[in-house]
């Protein structure tokens, strides 16, 4: 369908000028309700990721791949925050440390999520040339 393709590119270009209008007017500092339930909501959204990966996995469940790659994309997202937010000096560097460690287990997610997807099924060609 033309909107598959349509839809995501207008939108990507759509945000590109709301994306330099954010740079230029937002504040280099501010302060956050709630800072504490937000970081730890994104960790508890993490561990449900990791854990149903890995359930997902154990039991060769082709729904495997959706759940690494939405894993995945969440600890990218709190490696990236983890380092912008981080304070300069020792801060940072833990921070730098510990989003390696993120990133390095966000790509064992796409790796198991890769690993495990399922056999194509008759017609899986068909639908795929599917316009």
Known sequence: MAGDRLVPAVAAVGLVPWTAGI??????TAVARHWNLAWAGLDLAIIAGLALTSLLARRRDGRVGPAATATATLMCADAWFDVC??????????????AALELAVAGICLAVGMRHRP???PGAAARRRTP
Do not use: K
């Open 85 to 98: 937010t981080a304070a300069a000096g020792a801060p940072l560097a833990a921070s730098v440390t510990e």
């Open 23 to 28: 740079a230029a007017r937002l504040p280099h």
């Open 119 to 121: 056999a194509p099924g």
